[in-house]
Nanobody
Framework: LRFSAGVWGGLVQPGGSLRLSCVAS????????MGWFRQAPGKAREGVSC????????YYADSVKGRFTISRDNAKNTVYLQMNSLEPEDTAVYYC?????????????????????WGEGTQVTVSS
Protein backbone atom coordinates (compact mmCIF):
# COMPACT_ATOMS: atom_id res chain seq x y z
CA LEU A 1 0.00 0.00 0.00
CA ARG A 2 1.47 3.29 -0.93
CA PHE A 3 0.89 6.80 -2.22
CA SER A 4 2.58 8.52 -5.06
CA ALA A 5 2.60 12.27 -5.19
CA GLY A 6 0.69 13.57 -8.17
CA VAL A 7 1.93 17.10 -7.94
CA TRP A 8 5.03 18.00 -6.07
CA GLY A 9 5.24 21.05 -3.87
CA GLY A 10 7.57 23.84 -4.71
CA LEU A 11 8.37 27.50 -4.23
CA VAL A 12 5.47 29.93 -4.29
CA GLN A 13 5.18 33.61 -3.41
CA PRO A 14 3.09 34.78 -0.48
CA GLY A 15 -0.51 35.06 -1.52
CA GLY A 16 -0.08 32.43 -4.18
CA SER A 17 -1.77 29.07 -4.64
CA LEU A 18 -0.70 25.49 -4.99
CA ARG A 19 -2.55 22.19 -5.28
CA LEU A 20 -1.05 19.02 -3.90
CA SER A 21 -2.30 15.59 -4.82
CA CYS A 22 -1.67 12.04 -3.72
CA VAL A 23 -2.60 9.00 -5.75
CA ALA A 24 -3.22 5.76 -3.90
CA SER A 25 -1.74 2.55 -5.19
CA UNK A 26 -2.70 -0.89 -4.02
CA UNK A 27 -5.77 0.16 -2.07
CA UNK A 28 -9.05 1.95 -2.62
CA UNK A 29 -9.63 5.34 -1.05
CA UNK A 30 -13.28 4.39 -0.64
CA UNK A 31 -12.43 2.66 2.63
CA UNK A 32 -10.04 5.18 4.15
CA UNK A 33 -10.18 8.53 5.85
CA MET A 34 -7.60 10.75 4.18
CA GLY A 35 -5.48 13.51 5.59
CA TRP A 36 -2.77 16.04 4.91
CA PHE A 37 -0.10 16.78 7.47
CA ARG A 38 2.90 19.05 7.56
CA GLN A 39 6.09 19.45 9.50
CA ALA A 40 8.23 22.55 9.61
CA PRO A 41 11.85 22.48 10.77
CA GLY A 42 12.06 22.24 14.52
CA LYS A 43 8.31 21.82 14.92
CA ALA A 44 6.04 18.90 15.58
CA ARG A 45 3.94 17.34 12.85
CA GLU A 46 0.64 19.16 12.42
CA GLY A 47 -2.65 17.91 11.10
CA VAL A 48 -3.61 20.28 8.29
CA SER A 49 -6.80 18.85 6.87
CA CYS A 50 -8.62 15.52 6.78
CA UNK A 51 -11.70 14.14 5.03
CA UNK A 52 -13.79 11.32 6.39
CA UNK A 53 -14.43 8.14 4.44
CA UNK A 54 -18.00 7.78 5.63
CA UNK A 55 -19.72 11.12 5.25
CA UNK A 56 -17.08 13.37 3.72
CA UNK A 57 -16.92 15.53 6.84
CA UNK A 58 -13.75 17.52 7.12
CA TYR A 59 -11.21 18.73 9.63
CA TYR A 60 -9.09 21.85 9.19
CA ALA A 61 -6.42 23.26 11.43
CA ASP A 62 -7.37 26.75 12.60
CA SER A 63 -4.34 28.17 10.82
CA VAL A 64 -5.61 27.07 7.39
CA LYS A 65 -9.38 27.49 7.69
CA GLY A 66 -10.76 29.53 4.83
CA ARG A 67 -7.57 29.15 2.80
CA PHE A 68 -7.12 25.41 2.24
CA THR A 69 -9.61 22.92 0.82
CA ILE A 70 -9.32 19.15 0.94
CA SER A 71 -11.14 16.97 -1.56
CA ARG A 72 -11.11 13.42 -2.76
CA ASP A 73 -11.88 11.74 -6.05
CA ASN A 74 -12.44 8.09 -5.27
CA ALA A 75 -12.79 7.24 -8.95
CA LYS A 76 -9.25 8.50 -9.49
CA ASN A 77 -8.08 7.19 -6.13
CA THR A 78 -6.71 10.64 -5.43
CA VAL A 79 -6.86 13.14 -2.58
CA TYR A 80 -6.14 16.83 -3.13
CA LEU A 81 -5.18 19.81 -1.03
CA GLN A 82 -5.90 23.16 -2.64
CA MET A 83 -3.88 25.83 -0.87
CA ASN A 84 -4.74 29.47 -1.46
CA SER A 85 -3.48 32.71 0.06
CA LEU A 86 -0.30 30.97 1.08
CA GLU A 87 1.74 32.51 3.87
CA PRO A 88 5.40 32.06 4.82
CA GLU A 89 4.16 30.20 7.90
CA ASP A 90 2.81 27.49 5.59
CA THR A 91 6.35 26.51 4.65
CA ALA A 92 6.85 22.87 5.59
CA VAL A 93 7.14 19.34 4.29
CA TYR A 94 3.63 18.14 3.47
CA TYR A 95 2.53 14.51 3.72
CA CYS A 96 -0.66 12.70 2.80
CA UNK A 97 -1.93 9.78 4.85
CA UNK A 98 -4.76 7.30 4.96
CA UNK A 99 -6.36 5.46 7.83
CA UNK A 100 -8.99 2.75 7.84
CA UNK A 101 -10.32 3.39 11.33
CA UNK A 102 -10.05 7.03 12.31
CA UNK A 103 -12.56 9.78 11.67
CA UNK A 104 -11.38 13.00 10.06
CA UNK A 105 -11.54 14.81 13.38
CA UNK A 106 -9.55 12.15 15.19
CA UNK A 107 -6.99 11.94 12.43
CA UNK A 108 -6.45 15.67 12.35
CA UNK A 109 -6.16 16.16 16.07
CA UNK A 110 -3.75 13.26 16.56
CA UNK A 111 -1.08 13.89 13.93
CA UNK A 112 1.45 11.69 15.70
CA UNK A 113 -0.81 8.70 15.28
CA UNK A 114 0.29 5.57 13.46
CA UNK A 115 -1.72 6.03 10.26
CA UNK A 116 -2.09 3.01 8.02
CA UNK A 117 -0.45 4.55 4.95
CA TRP A 118 1.85 7.53 4.58
CA GLY A 119 2.92 9.25 1.41
CA GLU A 120 6.34 10.65 0.76
CA GLY A 121 6.74 14.22 1.90
CA THR A 122 6.95 17.12 -0.48
CA GLN A 123 8.49 20.48 0.33
CA VAL A 124 6.33 23.59 0.09
CA THR A 125 8.18 26.88 0.46
CA VAL A 126 6.35 30.19 0.61
CA SER A 127 8.75 33.05 0.10
CA SER A 128 9.22 36.17 -1.94
Amino acid sequence: LRFSAGVWGGLVQPGGSLRLSCVASGFSLDYFTMGWFRQAPGKAREGVSCIDKSDGSTYYADSVKGRFTISRDNAKNTVYLQMNSLEPEDTAVYYCAADFTLTAQAMGTYPEGNMDVWGEGTQVTVSS
